[in-house]
């Protein structure tokens, strides 16, 4: 098994367009520490998804690199980097199968107190043991019998049970209501305990307790400060 990350994240000159006469990301530059908690803000439209989906390697830079631990990510197994950074967005995708196979996914061999001790990290497990089939209840892939709130705290299960150095929230209470949203940013504080974590968020108040902010803007991080300081 491969080393599991500390965390440390850093963008060289990361430059990338979707389309070789478009550069949507200009010549990106940051370093964050193994822990760090950085937002990342700014209008539509601007690449604030695209940085995060580079991270992962969906797409390569078209110039520049990107560094985990010091090492060009296309250095490292893709499954092996995926693994070790988890991933929040807006509506999360539930598979047909049972909440804990749910939240299980991707982590063969979990036992079930680990599913249940994620679960109440998540802010999950009440609402799943009032469920008739509790963790072996069937959900549907998107609505169906779970708030949108509970499905997103399913997700964020998942996502703790994998322990990653590495999580990224893209809009993650985008759409919830108050009560919804309050319990899943409860759970996003304990997910993101510890791990270096990037939050996309519209919400300027859900980046007060952030380490670094980034304020995005076509491409560029024009501002980079705590909240205080922007
Ligand atoms: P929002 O706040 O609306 O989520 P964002 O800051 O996350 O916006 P991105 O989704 O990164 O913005 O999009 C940046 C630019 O890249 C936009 O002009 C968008 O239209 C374009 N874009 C995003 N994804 C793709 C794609 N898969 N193919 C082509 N262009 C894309
Ligand atoms: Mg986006």
Not at 6 to 15: A, C, H, K, L
């Amino acid at each position: 098994k491969a080393h599991p990350f500390y965390g440390s994240v850093s963008f060289q000159d990361v430059s990338f367009g979707y389309d070789p006469n478009r550069q949507i990301l200009k010549q990106v530059n940051f370093a964050v520490e193994p822990g760090q908690q950085i937002a990342l803000v700014g209008p539509s439209g601007s690449g604030k998804s695209t940085l995060a989906s580079l991270l992962l390697r969906l797409y390569d830079p078209t110039d520049g690199g990107i560094l985990i631990d010091g090492r060009d990510i296309r250095s490292y197994k893709l499954d092996s980097l995926r693994q070790q950074i988890s991933v929040v967005m807006q509506d999360s995708v539930l598979f047909a199968v049972s909440i804990r196979e749910n939240i299980t996914y991707g982590r063969l061999g979990a036992t079930d107190a680990e599913v249940e001790h994620a679960a109440r990290l998540a802010n999950a497990h009440d609402f799943i043991m009032d469920l008739p089939q509790g963790y072996d209840t069937v959900v549907s892939e998107r609505g169906g019998t779970l708030s949108g709130g509970q499905r997103q705290r399913i997700a964020i299960a998942r996502a703790a049970i994998r322990h990653s150095p590495i999580v990224i929230l893209d809009e993650p209470t985008t759409g919830l209501d108050g009560a919804s949203e309050h319990a899943v940013n409860e759970a996003l504080n304990r997910l993101t305990q510890g791990s270096t974590t990037f939050l996309i968020s519209h919400n300027l108040r859900a980046v007060e307790r952030f380490d670094l902010i980034f304020y995005i803007e076509k491409g560029e991080i024009l501002e980079r400060g705590t909240h205080p300081e922007l």
